[in-house]
């Protein structure tokens, strides 16, 4: 049996069993072996039948000296044994587990934990976890015991049998890749201890050591890969070359000065500029920030040099907006900008095709229309990507590849911890505008419940009685019984024909056509509309300057970053602005993350709070961003541990570039076999 196998060649699956845990993401050997505990509970303190807790779970050890009897109640079958110790008795019933019956061994000695109360005077224990004591390793009681994330009615003790047998079969193919000096240096396992001490620990000091050497691995590999990827893109040979980068003609024209902050960030990318490489660079600004500006300004130098510029955002209305802004700059520099999307008419997609083709266009802005088979561009010397993680997987290369190797900028508004993003945006060189330029008003933030309705509809009709416009969002489109959660489509009924009658009321979702929403978010930004009702669709990059009300409904249903994204859509003019967090949640992690919204306002501050909260698994999926998930790592609980891999695998890569050195050959066999999928993901 080899790691690579398919599960079906493990004793005891067959066709069933496999299609579940391959329903688990578990395909191969090595699959099942790397499927580690979510939890652990320790069952090795096993004490005698006197000194149990009463309504509280123990762990016993006991001769069963009586046979199993089932006794039945209308539809409740009750099997009860009873047990000692050799020096008291205890007695132990199941529910509605009949085959215990002929389960039980009599006169065998077991080892049982679960709960004990104590009924008419007498002690009991209901529905233990059991396990014979015989020649056989005891894998769950009387021990530390994993607990496996499993669904698709897998037993546990299923789990523990297979995983166990897996090892014992396979151990001595688990071979070692990391080299000798890391592993001496950081001082961690072997790998072949790591695998079995991290499902089946000796003691917990066994599974620190197990824990910390696969944490350090996982997140090595992770690093290797991208520092590879940074290492091919720093080698390419740059075909864009910049000479003029004079600035000012721009600059003359922009209504405000730069930020000290923005200053920053443009001397990273023109010093990038200067380099014989392509620039590959993550600006990572806060809502409001000015990112956007600094991406003008990169386009103004490319056009300034003979290249075009690609600005690619995520949805219809964000590239809309970008469009308008970038036009509303350029037109006064005679720079003429291209509009791409996919719902435009067919000759006018014909024409702006045209346009590219032959160079007139300049900078085309668009959604991922741009990276069709039939956009085909002159001379791309720049590539501009917004929201880069709302996009799917891939499509920032496909952009790239329209050009020879054009210079990259890619933007983000949503804040990440420093130490995240250099995990999630390992292969870029990251920018941070880290404050928001002067006269940005500062919204207030205010969480209640729902009894505060009435007192809140009041405050939106002031608010449109002085021609201020409010946003009202909710979690869903369509109505769901299930959950009590507000929906934009009944809610816009309920509120146009009952709340809201004398005053102009909308609503705006992701399954409506792009043409309908561009036209509604077009009279929403006129001031035509007094209240959007909206989807989190509004949740990135739109300018509505006069919206100075953010009421987020059902509020506990999105994360920190979300919310702060949202908030950021009031705040944008000279008015004071409020954002309102409506939520009944009793759920003291979901109260935990909206008290920290009130609290803070910087988003960087926000990001850390939320992986705090939250870990990393659910921050906003790791998979759009092109790297795997996590296995083990924690990022915000092994933070220690991640910084001590970057230190390593940044010297290992100066030491070896192409890991061509004898000891470092199995990492890199490694690192290509365990993360094919970053190569098909990862943009380039």
Known sequence: MLLSDNIINIKNIGEERSKKLQKLGINT????????????????????????????????????ICRPETTKIKNLSITKIKITDGDKFLDIVWFNQPYLKNTI??????????????????????????????????????????????????????????????????????TEFLPDEILK??????????????????????????????????????????LQIKGILENKECNIIIKDININPILNILPFNLTEAQ????????????????????????????KTVIAQILSFISVNNGYQVAVMAPTDVLASQHFEGFKNIFDKLNIKCVFLSGNQKAKEKKENYTLIQSGEAKIIIGTHA????????????????????????????????????????????????????????????????DKLPPGRQKIETIYVNSTYYNRLYDFIKKNA?????????????????????????????????????????????????????????NKFYNGEIDILISTTVIEVGINVPNATIMIIENAERFGISQLHQLRGRVGRGSEKSYCILVSDSKNNQSKQRLNTMVKYSDGFILSEKDLEIRGTGDFFGTRQHGIPDMKIANLYKDIEILKEVQKSSIKLFKDDPMLIKENNKLLKEKIEQFFNILDNTVSL
């Not at 960030?265 to 993550?282: F, G, S, T, Y």
């Open 29 to 64: 050997i090595n699959d099942l072996i790397e499927y580690f505990p979510r939890d652990y509970d320790d069952r090795s303190n096993i004490i005698k039948i006197k000194d149990i807790q009463l309504n509280e779970v123990n762990t016993i050890k006991g001769k069963v």
């Open 263 to 290: 200053n920053n960030v443009l001397k990273d990318i023109i010093n990038d500029l200067k380099q014989n490489k392509a620039m590959n660079r993550l600006i990572q600004g806060d809502v409001g920030s000015g």
């Open 185 to 226: 240096k950081h001082n961690l396992c072997s790998r072949k201890f790591a695998i079995e001490n991290i499902h089946f620990p000796k003691d917990n000091d066994s599974f620190f050591l197990a824990r910390r050497r696969l944490v350090f691995e996982e997140l090595f590999l992770l690093q290797s890969k991208l």
């Open 465 to 521: 009685n002085e021609k201020r416009q409010s946003y009202i969002i909710c979690p869903m489109i369509d109505e769901n019984e299930k959950l009590e959660l507000k929906s934009v489509l009944s809610y816009t009924e309920q509120l146009k024909n009952e709340i809201f009658k004398n005053y102009s009321v909308e609503c705006i979702h992701g399954k409506m056509k792009n043409v309908e929403k561009q036209n509604i978010m």
């Open 370 to 433: 741009i990276i069709q088979d039939k956009v085909i561009f002159k001379n791309l010397g720049v590539v501009i990507t917004d929201e880069q993680h709302r996009f799917g997987v891939k499509q920032r290369e496909i952009l790239s590849k329209k050009g020879k190797n054009p210079h990259t900028l890619v933007m983000t508004a949503t804040p990440i911890p420093r130490t995240l993003a250099l995990i999630l945006y390992g292969d870029l060189d990251i920018s941070i505008i």
């Open 105 to 174: 061994k009599y006169k065998s000695e077991y080892i049982f934990t679960g709960k004990v109360i104590q009924k008419y005077g007498k002690n009991k224990m209901e529905s233990p976890d059991y396990e014979i004591i015989d020649e056989r390793e005891l894998l769950s009681n009387g021990r530390i015991v994993p607990i496996y994330a499993s669904t698709y009615k897998f037993p546990q003790k299923l789990f523990r049998s297979l995983i166990n047998e897996t090892i014992n079969n396979i151990k001595e193919q688990i």
